[in-house]
């Protein structure tokens, strides 16, 4: 239970940046047990590879502040976040077990599928809410919502790996959060169409 729990938390991370939690696994399967690598991710922790990650995140937190280009930059993230979110729930043995059986050892596409779903969940609620905030906001609440997107990165990744308990509590936050999100977002569209239909002619 508790790797999967673990495997959700990071893929749920991965969905707001793909490569912190990808940098944190790498990180904490070299200092500690809390993360042990299945075979075939060994490159996880390869510090060569996470010297890679670093420098990927770094041009992520600049560019997804940055109004307009945080947009661009979210179009290109679609297809990176769910792949994050696929590796780190595979690279934490999560698919092993979370039915207590060899079936999804034996069928790691599983994995792959379960981690992806999330984190494009999460990107798609981040990549839709973004243009929202930049017009309200004139673009001052890009680079906010972005750090702040980044903390809660950085915290469910952490949180996923030395308290996974905890992730369920951060996944019913976001879950509420998505709610308020989704009803915000289809009030800003309608205030828009109403706005278009009362200045047409």
Same mark, same amino acid.
Do not use: C
């Given at each position: 239970?508790?790797?999967?729990?673990?495997?959700?938390?990071?893929?749920?991370? #991965?969905?707001?940046?793909?490569?912190?939690?990808?940098?944190?696994?790498?990180?904490?399967?070299?200092?500690?047990?809390?993360?042990?690598?299945?075979?075939?991710?060994?490159?996880?922790?390869?510090?060569?590879?996470?010297?890679?990650?670093?420098?990927?995140?770094?041009?992520?937190?600049?560019?997804? !502040?940055?109004?307009?280009?945080?947009?661009?930059?979210?179009?290109?993230?679609?297809?990176?976040?769910?792949?994050?979110?696929?590796?780190?729930?595979?690279?934490?043995?999560?698919?092993?077990?979370?039915?207590?059986?060899?079936?999804?050892?034996?069928?790691?596409?599983?994995?792959?599928?379960?981690?992806?779903?999330?984190?494009?969940?999460?990107?798609?609620? !981040?990549?839709?809410?973004?243009?929202?905030?930049?017009?309200?906001?004139?673009?001052?609440?890009?680079?906010? #919502?972005?750090?702040?997107?980044?903390?809660?990165?950085?915290?469910?990744?952490?949180?996923?790996?030395?308290?996974?308990?905890?992730?369920?509590?951060?996944?019913?936050?976001?879950?509420?959060?998505?709610?308020?999100?989704?009803?915000?977002?289809?009030?800003?569209?309608?205030?828009?169409?109403?706005?278009?239909?009362?200045?047409?002619?």
């Amino acid at each position: 239970m508790f790797a999967a729990l673990t495997g959700l938390g990071l893929s749920t991370a #991965a969905g707001l940046n793909a490569y912190i939690p990808l940098l944190v696994v790498g990180i904490v399967a070299n200092f500690t047990d809390k993360v042990k690598l299945p075979d075939g991710y060994a490159w996880l922790s390869n510090w060569g590879v996470l010297a890679i990650i670093a420098v990927l995140l770094v041009a992520e937190m600049v560019l997804d !502040k940055v109004p307009a280009v945080d947009s661009i930059n979210d179009a290109i993230q679609t297809a990176v976040r769910p792949a994050a979110g696929g590796v780190v729930f595979s690279a934490t043995n999560a698919a092993a077990e979370l039915d207590h059986s060899t079936w999804m050892t034996e069928h790691p596409w599983a994995g792959w599928l379960l981690g992806i779903l999330v984190a494009l969940a999460v990107h798609a609620l !981040k990549a839709t809410a973004r243009p929202m905030i930049n017009v309200g906001t004139g673009g001052v609440g890009a680079p906010v #919502a972005s750090t702040v997107e980044d903390v809660g990165s950085l915290g469910m990744s952490l949180i996923a790996v030395f308290l996974p308990l905890l992730v369920i509590v951060a996944l019913l936050a976001l879950a509420l959060l998505a709610w308020w999100t989704i009803r915000r977002v289809r009030r800003y569209r309608a205030a828009r169409r109403a706005k278009r239909t009362s200045g047409s002619p």
